[in-house]
Nanobody
Framework: QVQLVESGGGLVQAGGSLRLSCAAS????????MGWFRQAPGKEREFVAA????????YYADSVKARFTISRDNAKNTVYLRMNSLKPEDTAVYYC????????????????WGQGTQVTVSS
C-alpha cells in the first residue's frame, strides 16, 4: 500500500505560479512511477504530467508543456508539480497517483491516488 497526500493548492491570479507537493508513505516510494492528473468541474479526470521512478524521464500533456514541471525527491518521498504561467483553464482539483513499472498517461493504470488539492486561477 502507498498513501499519498497532496498539498500546495490555492487561489492564484492568471500568470502566477504554484508548487504542488505529494508526500508518499508506505511501500518503497522510489520504486513507483508517479503522475499528476486534474479534474475540472463537469469534466473527466485528465493526465497532466508523469515521471519515472528515477526521475530520469518526464512526460507532459500538451496543454501544460513548457509551463509545468514535474520532479521528485526520493529521499523525501515526495513528488512535485511546479506550475508557472497559470491560466483560468488550469482551475481543477489536482491529484497525484502512483503506479508500478513505467508511467502511463492513462489514469486507469495507476494503483494509488491522493485525495486531491484544489487549484483556482482567477482571470
Amino acid at each position: 500500500q502507498v498513501q499519498l497526500v497532496e498539498s500546495g493548492g490555492g487561489l492564484v491570479q492568471a500568470g502566477g505560479s504554484l508548487r504542488l507537493s505529494c508526500a508518499a508513505s508506505g511501500r518503497t516510494f522510489s520504486s513507483y512511477a508517479m503522475g499528476w492528473f486534474r479534474q475540472a468541474p463537469g469534466k473527466e479526470r485528465e493526465f497532466v504530467a508523469a515521471i519515472t521512478w528515477s526521475g530520469g524521464s518526464t512526460y507532459y500533456a500538451d496543454s501544460v508543456k513548457a509551463r509545468f514541471t514535474i520532479s521528485r525527491d526520493n529521499a523525501k518521498n515526495t513528488v512535485y508539480l511546479r506550475m508557472n504561467s497559470l491560466k483560468p483553464e488550469d482551475t481543477a482539483v489536482y491529484y497525484c497517483a502512483a503506479m508500478e513499472d513505467y508511467p502511463s498517461t492513462d489514469l486507469y493504470e495507476y494503483d494509488y491516488w491522493g485525495q486531491g488539492t484544489q487549484v483556482t486561477v482567477s482571470s
